[in-house]
């Protein structure tokens, strides 16, 4: 069966050059889409749609790509609005409050953290995410990782084996042992469901050096490395990302000029998290300063019960646009493109022929509302491969 969609104001496609994959930010007016078996078929002017089984109309309304949120933590248990409370107040965000989580975790059951995963995941598909990541890291034993990641592989394909989120308290005396529990049998056991394997190269958590061995284990058991990056303070982990070819470096707060000369230089996504900083009262990154030297940047949310507790690509695009002065196109393209490019995926964040058809329809005419109107809720319609998977539209 294929499926007209027309009547769209705006159809934001990311690729001129379709099937090339995911190209700058573009768009058609007055556009029509055809899907067929879950996969775009055709765009261009609605005047010269091709007929199809079904059809949608869109009311000249605003059509995009799916967000891809190529960075979030959907398995835990309990919740962090204390230490939110105590951060408006005035005490500074520290890598140790993902301790008190771990604990939660470590206790809930493994329906309990299924449960509370999916829950997130249909929150974040409810508001145009159609793709995302999710990491392990709040059980850091071998059977607390186990789960976590069988916890994640039941949402999505995206996994990441974070071990090395920070060492437990168990291991504070010696985290060496913790680097090597990692790196054997916690790997061991969380590989098979992974893609990734990340490590939080951060004060608090790990240095440079037990960074690279976690990621070069990582890799040596078929995992492809990212890394939490230049969060807290200027420190290595940008330059390790690329040194490691990491597809992404994520959070990028503090950023030296060799930082960004290292991230131009390679092909490693800066991935910006707006909310964390909304979330932390940290300075935003200048994300014009990546662009301004050919850096590929991508936006995600970090949904986490402690830095960052929102589900809302759009809110993280307001937030982009608004705090780290990108345009509402560079924003939208980061948001879906970008991110695409941080999970090495042509298949999504844009809309050519060929691409998966991921699709969200705005409550508004054009992508710009994604930012002019902060804090609505704009996501009238998503469509998953071709499959309408939340909201409504009018079809004849």
């Known amino acids: 069966m294929s499926l007209l969609i027309t009547n769209i104001g705006e159809l934001v496609t990311n690729a001129p050059d379709a099937p090339a994959g995911p190209g700058p930010f573009a768009a058609v007016a007055d556009a029509a889409l055809v899907v067929e078996d879950g996969r775009v078929a055709w765009t261009g002017p609605a005047r010269q749609a091709p007929a199809a089984d079904g059809m949608a109309d869109c009311g000249g309304r605003a059509v995009l790509p799916g967000f891809v949120d190529s960075h979030a933590h959907l398995v835990f248990a309990g919740e962090r609005s204390a230490e939110f409370a105590a951060r408006m107040a005035g005490t500074p965000y520290r890598a140790g409050g993902i301790r008190s989580t771990v604990a939660a975790t470590r206790q809930a059951s493994d329906e309990q953290l299924r449960a509370n995963a999916g829950r997130l995941a249909a929150e974040m598909l409810r508001q145009g995410t159609t793709t995302l990541e999710c990491k392990s890291g709040y059980g850091l034993t071998v059977g607390d990782e186990r789960r976590s990641v069988a916890a994640a592989a039941a949402i999505t394909g995206e996994v990441t084996f974070l071990g090395a989120h920070v060492v437990p308290p168990e291991f504070e005396a010696d985290p060496g042992a913790y680097v090597d529990l990692v790196?054997?049998?916690?790997?061991?056991?969380c590989a098979p469901q992974a893609r990734w394997v990340d490590v939080f190269c951060e004060r608090g958590a790990f240095g440079a050096d037990e960074a690279r061995a976690i990621l070069a284990a990582g890799k040596a058991a078929g995992l492809m490395p990212r890394v939490h990056a230049n969060q807290?303070?200027?420190?290595?982990?940008?330059?390790?990302?690329?040194?490691?070819?990491?597809?992404?470096?994520?959070?990028?707060?503090?950023?030296?000029?060799?930082?960004?000369?290292?991230?131009?230089?390679?092909?490693?996504?800066?991935?910006?998290?707006?909310?964390?900083?909304?979330?932390?009262?940290?300075?935003?990154?200048?994300?014009g300063r990546l662009l301004g030297a050919g850096v590929t940047v991508a936006i995600a949310t970090d949904c986490n019960p402690g830095s960052c507790f929102t589900s809302s690509m759009p809110l993280c695009i307001a937030l982009a646009v608004r705090e780290m002065r990108l345009t509402t196109q560079e924003a939208v393209w980061a948001a879906t493109a970008g991110g695409a490019h941080a999970l090495r995926r042509a298949d999504v964040g844009h809309l050519g022929v060929g691409a998966s058809a991921d699709l969200v329809l705005l409550d508004g005419p054009s992508h710009a509302y994604l930012a002019y109107r902060p804090g609505v809720p704009l996501i009238a319609a998503v469509w998953r491969k071709g499959e309408l998977a939340a909201g409504a539209v009018p079809s004849a």
């Open 232 to 287: 807290l303070g200027p420190g290595p982990g940008v330059q390790l990302a690329v040194e490691t070819g990491a597809a992404s470096a994520d959070h990028c707060t503090y950023l030296t000029d060799a930082d960004v000369d290292a991230l131009a230089a390679g092909d490693t996504v800066a991935t910006l998290l707006p909310g964390v900083e909304f979330s932390t009262r940290q300075p935003y990154p200048d994300a």
């Open 183 to 189: 790196c054997g049998p916690m790997l061991a056991a």
